[in-house]
């Protein structure tokens, strides 16, 4: 079974940038397509970014296309989130998925979660 650690978390100003980091345990990480998921106090789970096995197919959510950026490092088993021109409203948890198959924008279809790493933009 697959363990997810996110890292990359941090406390930021509006208009800066960060990269979030997801390490994967197992060496069979080809085998998952990812996701980006966050959740913001008294909010439920909202979908931010998937990939493909192998990042051929990529999506997002309305709310960070063009601002934000999911790829992956398959011989380094770490999925990354770079996140530009971050806005208040993107302050949350963040949390990284896997799952067989297609990449999908409903947590619910994902298997295996991380704990989450924490992102707070102040205005």
């Known amino acids: 079974q697959v363990q997810l650690k996110e890292s990359g978390g941090a406390l930021v100003q509006a208009g800066d940038s960060l990269t979030l980091s997801c390490a994967a345990s197992?060496?069979?990480?080809?085998?998952?397509?990812m996701g980006w998921f966050r959740q913001a106090p008294g909010k439920g789970r909202e979908f931010v970014a998937a990939?493909?096995?192998?990042?051929?197919?990529?999506f997002y959510a309305v709310s960070v296309k063009g601002r934000f950026t999911i790829s992956r490092d398959n011989a380094k088993n770490t999925l990354y989130l770079l996140m530009n021109s971050v806005r208040p409203a993107d302050t949350a948890m963040y949390y990284c998925?896997?799952?067989?198959?297609?990449?999908?924008?409903?947590?619910?279809?994902?298997?295996?979660w991380g704990q989450g790493t924490q992102v707070t933009v102040s205005s």
């Open positions: 998925a896997a799952k067989t198959s297609s990449p999908s924008r409903s947590s619910s279809l994902y298997d295996h």
């Open positions: 197992e060496r069979t990480f080809t085998s998952y397509a």
């Open positions: 990939m493909s096995s192998w990042g051929h197919t990529t």
